[in-house]
DNA sequence: TTGTAAGCGTTATCAA
DNA sequence: TTGATAACGCTTACAA
């Protein structure tokens, strides 16, 4: 019952009765062999349950038959998704997904990188904190590991798969713009470890502009913020001119409307909330989330099929990004003339802290 | 600017003028080594920026520092945040993960396995349709691979990670009873590829027995239903003496949430809804979700260390089930005396079909 | 304390 | 059509 060793090549020969390389051949379809040595050989193999150890094949073919998969974090749904299309995409095409993740943290993400390097990935599927930034990732691009990332906008000499975050966000402003709003918000939690978010904003930011709204307010929030609603609500309560929020992602969107009913505020009638993915629970909500609709694991198939082609030397080109929608839901309206920012100021529950209380 | 091949152990050995033995022995502290060798061998391979081939070394020392980790899907986010969980605690350790998904499907488990065996993992997580019956598991273990499984309530042989299934099902039970519902249901998805969900039906079964409860309505739905509301509705509105709803995860009780408005319900006055997992989103709802909680990042972390443990020769041991909690929410109140079953009716919206209204 | 050499499983070269 | 044999990068006896 001792755990006898796996059959090797070497074994398959002999059973067969002929040289490693032969069986080699066969088994690989690289080179000619008689039937009847076809047939011995194949029989060996099924008769001994061969299969061909990666490392031996590594070591002789250079070759890992392993791409790196990298992501700020598999605990946000996004990204998860993201990596489940990477994963369906690969399948059956040999390559398996070594994968790991950065808790958006900027030196982590290197050293991620180098780790993947150190274990021969054949190619590597990333988001980052900063890609262009990344001493490691050069040093892959030098080697001639083909690079593609997910969710990053272009970016100078690195191929990626994305949706214009850009584009997006100047249509959330547009929305606001022709559903009455003038002032609006933009709320963003790890707005500088993000580049998603940095371009969303900026194209919020452009699109208020050209509409004649006055300049978005950036709030950024912390983890804590993110988590306890009660929080959130002090920080909104601090931003009552602000009829529309939009949200740098649903779940953030989704914390949003529970600080606003904490205030006692209704969603959309005293502020409007807009998200960016499109997660699936955003439609069941009580008041279905209008946000800006994804794919992430779209966007992870893509990737993944880019970086598939590079390595069958098709060559690493750049694609144009991913499509997304504007999804309707309910969550944003005209802003309500007939409630004045004292109403909303004399809705909030004592028991928000008075040290929290609005300030202006 | 072509990409030069990575310094290898012999090229850090000629530059320090030893022997590769001595290169070995010094770079991993595995030999005796005069003060200024080290020096000279550290000093070349820092030059060279040599690091490890993980193929040379996984050839020689029949270890692949890998370790696979199979689930059903990282779209599911419980199995996500267990995939997070093992990636935190593996991190550092000097193992990587060779991911792969089997979307629910009993072959493609097995395959899987065999393919991460193919790729001679070190030691293997999973959460399969049917561990038990996985021939490539079988194999696993006959290896001396080392097996930790992650959701899975205890197998004939195999070491697994769970929260009791059983006692937390008959948990919703008994507050159902305390409540005063009488006609429970149970709500599953893919009810016969899960045996999480198969327990939790026998300890929700078991213990409505022992309340006195009738035996609950066993629902089980397919992934449309799951995805449309609507769909939902059709299915719940047969089962209107049905006053509580137990539903085999967060995400299926938030639909019925939903379903439940479509046909002009309250939750939780017309009906209790009770969930399991404790997803985040699920405190964030207008009405916060009563569930079951439990940590699946704490999942892969126990886990993870489990299989660290076997692999550092420590023996794999099966380990209680991790802790859940009842997490109170607001879905869950006593059945309302006042709504009788016809109003229930009458309150349902046209846009259901006929067809699929009441048969009861 | 150091170096030589064998061998891990595979593929590729080159003769036969 | 076949089969020795030499790598691939590494670790580890075993000698020196």
Redesign the pocket.
Known sequence: MLPL??A???D??RLA????????????K?????T???ERVERAARDLG????A???A????KSMTIGCLVPSLANPVFAEAVQGVQSELLGSGYQILISCSNYDDAADNAAITTLLENSVDGIIATMVAPDRSAALMQAKQRGIPVSLMFHDPLDGMVTTYVDNFVAAGEVARRFATSGHRRVGFLALRFSTSDRSRNRYAGFHAQCRARGLADPSLIEISEEEARYPERLAATLARYRDVTALFASNDFLAIAVQKAARHLGWQVPQDLSVVGFDGIEVGRLLETPLTTIETSPEAMGQRAAQSLLNALQGLGLTQQPPLPFSFREGETLAAPNPKRTDDDRVAAQPSSVPPAQAPKQ
């Open positions: 060793p796996p090797t090549i070497k398959v020969a009765g002929c040289g490693i390389a032969t069986a080699s051949r066969v088994l690989n690289s080179g000619p062999a008689s009847d040595m076809r061969f299969s061909f150890n490392a031996g094949r070591l002789q073919s250079r």
